[in-house]
């Protein structure tokens, strides 16, 4: 498959998931000294390869027949500053983009959100497409892999796409989870110990990756 395939196809995933509606949101993949990305006005539910562009690291259109989408300078200001991202997704998830609308940062409930390096924070709002935006999102992106955007959304990166939308769909899950969790009461945070703790833990036992069983060795 090519890049615009694995983009589309990423779009239409995360749609089916209910974290892109419409044509709100976008998608983008480094390739090479390329990035291929949505284009502006697609239904991101019926994405399809055409309909992704690839433009350069300076935002010059190098293939594709429509125009990138508005959110161009976030995606390939967050690749300029960091070099081991491979691709990023912004969408208009329901929760996320909730808990963007009144809190300050997303605190640490449950020890998954450390996959995503902890405490997620959100961006000051600014008008979506501008260089305010970009610059606060980038800032919010720092030593972590999801941000969220003051009264708009969430921006989630990874080494690779499936670890991007991964990330977008861990945050949705977490934006909800605080919700309930706050419906029931003042819920309780994990402390920077136990947090560490589980760090410890994670990479003593190699958690989150699969392991041969004795018979398969």
């Given at each position: 498959?090519?890049?615009?395939?694995?983009?589309?196809?990423?779009?239409?995933?995360?749609?089916?998931?209910?974290?892109?509606?419409?044509?709100?949101?976008?998608?983008?993949?480094?390739?090479?000294?390329?990035?291929?990305?949505?284009?502006?006005?697609?239904?991101?539910?019926?994405?399809?390869?055409?309909?992704?562009?690839?433009?350069?690291?300076?935002?010059?259109?190098?293939?594709?027949?429509l125009?990138?989408?508005?959110?161009?300078?976030?995606?390939?200001?967050?690749?300029?500053?960091?070099?081991?991202?491979?691709?990023?997704?912004?969408?208009?998830?329901?929760?996320?983009?909730?808990?963007?609308?009144?809190?300050?940062?997303?605190?640490?409930?449950?020890?998954?959100?450390?996959?995503?390096?902890?405490?997620?924070?959100v961006?000051?709002?600014?008008?979506?497409?501008?260089?305010?935006?970009?610059?606060?999102?980038?800032?919010?992106?720092?030593?972590?892999?999801?941000?969220?955007?003051?009264?708009h959304?969430?921006?989630?990166?990874?080494?690779?796409?499936?670890?991007?939308?991964?990330?977008?769909?861990?945050?949705?899950?977490?934006?909800?989870?605080?919700?309930?969790?706050?419906?029931?009461g003042?819920?309780?945070?994990?402390?920077?110990?136990?947090?560490?703790?589980?760090?410890?833990?994670?990479?003593?036992?190699?958690?989150?990756i699969?392991?041969?069983?004795?018979?398969?060795t």
């Amino acid at each position: 498959m090519s890049a615009r395939d694995d983009v589309a196809a990423a779009a239409r995933r995360l749609a089916a998931e209910g974290l892109l509606v419409g044509t709100a949101g976008n998608v983008s993949m480094r390739v090479r000294d390329l990035v291929a990305i949505t284009a502006t006005g697609v239904v991101l539910a019926d994405c399809q390869p055409h309909e992704v562009v690839l433009v350069d690291h300076d935002g010059t259109l190098v293939d594709g027949g429509l125009v990138p989408t508005s959110e161009l300078g976030l995606h390939l200001g967050v690749y300029a500053d960091q070099p081991a991202v491979g691709a990023v997704v912004h969408t208009h998830a329901p929760w996320s983009t909730a808990v963007a609308c009144v809190l300050d940062e997303l605190p640490v409930l449950h020890y998954q959100q450390l996959l995503l390096g902890g405490v997620v924070r959100v961006a000051p709002y600014a008008t979506f497409g501008s260089a305010e935006l970009a610059a606060s999102v980038r800032t919010a992106l720092e030593g972590r892999q999801a941000a969220l955007m003051g009264n708009h959304g969430s921006v989630t990166v990874g080494a690779s796409l499936d670890k991007a939308v991964e990330h977008a769909v861990l945050l949705e899950w977490l934006a909800a989870l605080h919700h309930r969790a706050s419906a029931l009461g003042t819920p309780r945070v994990l402390t920077d110990a136990e947090q560490e703790d589980v760090v410890l833990t994670a990479l003593a036992r190699n958690y989150g990756i699969v392991q041969p069983s004795e018979e398969n060795t």
